[in-house]
């Protein structure tokens, strides 16, 4: 296992920073994240790719000076599949705006939920007019998705990443909260690996962008997201930790704990060390 390879990295700011000396500064979180032992952010834009162009090429630097992989999860409101025609301009709009701040920050991958309901041609069509227009530097990423009724199981993310560019995202409390409970065992994590290499290679495989972090569900899927610092919470680390090394990846691995992605992020980098 090369697991120098491997990035463990937090989604957004967590409390923590803006307690530490460093939360006074927005874009302070690469150095507290770097103190922290944490190698990857991903930066959120979840609400508008609204940074400033001067402030995404600064947090790109210091990005670089500490040895921090950067990546952005996109709008919430970008709809490839959307009924109104103006929706979809808009989101194409929106995810080529987010792909050029990600390419001034050296971001490599913008993460982005689908849209909704079970049409992806749609997607899929949007995201060829985004790869005209889009840096070549950066990977688009659709998200596997929570929610049963958003666009985004396993197979659709898997389907758009067969048609375009992209490269899958696969967060795996998601896919947790959609099935229903399904990923408890280490072979429960297995299949959904083997299905990404069937599908995609060996490469989008090993070079894996994950979301990981315990979720509530109901039989409409996600809930809310849990913090790994409660007990029986699901899905675990360390029921994923060892394939990783069986199937020699070298992914990042973003937490999106509840108000402790920090704390989330240094644990999967404590269980991956263990097993070094
Ligand atoms: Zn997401």
């Not at 009724?149 to 048609?163: A, R, T």
Request: hydrophobic share 35%.
């Amino acid at each position: 296992m090369n697991f120098n390879k491997i990035k463990f990295g937090a989604s957004g700011n967590p409390l923590n920073f803006f307690k530490s000396e460093f939360g006074k500064d927005r874009l302070g979180v690469i150095e507290w994240s770097a103190k922290l032992g944490l190698n990857a952010q991903e930066r959120q834009m979840t609400y508008g790719a609204r940074m400033k162009e001067d402030d995404a090429i600064e947090f790109g630097k210091r990005a670089r000076k500490f040895g921090v992989s950067l990546s952005i999860h996109g709008p919430y409101y970008v709809v490839l599949n959307s009924k109104k025609e103006k929706v979809i301009e808009n989101s194409i709009k929106e995810l080529i705006k987010t792909t050029r701040l990600a390419d001034l920050m050296g971001a490599k991958k913008v993460v982005f939920h689908p849209g909704f309901g079970r049409d992806i041609k749609k997607i899929i069509e949007g995201l060829k007019e985004v790869e005209k227009e889009k840096p070549k530097s950066v990977v688009i990423c659709p998200e596997t998705t929570g929610k049963i009724s958003q666009s985004g199981d396993l197979n659709e993310v898997l389907e758009i990443c067969e048609n375009t560019e992209c490269e899958p995202c696969i967060d795996f409390a998601h896919l947790h909260a959609r099935g229903q409970g399904s990923l408890m065992e280490e072979d429960d994590f297995r299949k959904v690996l083997v299905e990404i290499e069937k599908r995609l290679g060996k490469k989008s495989l090993k070079d894996l962008h994950c979301h990981f972090y315990p979720i509530e569900f109901t039989e409409k899927g996600e809930r809310v997201h849990r913090a790994v610092t409660e007990e029986n919470v699901f899905p675990r680390f360390e029921s994923f930790a060892n394939l990783i090394k069986e199937f020699k990846m070298a992914p990042t691995l973003i937490s999106e704990s509840k108000n402790t992605q920090d704390i989330g992020a240094l644990e999967m980098k404590r269980t991956m060390e263990e097993l070094r």
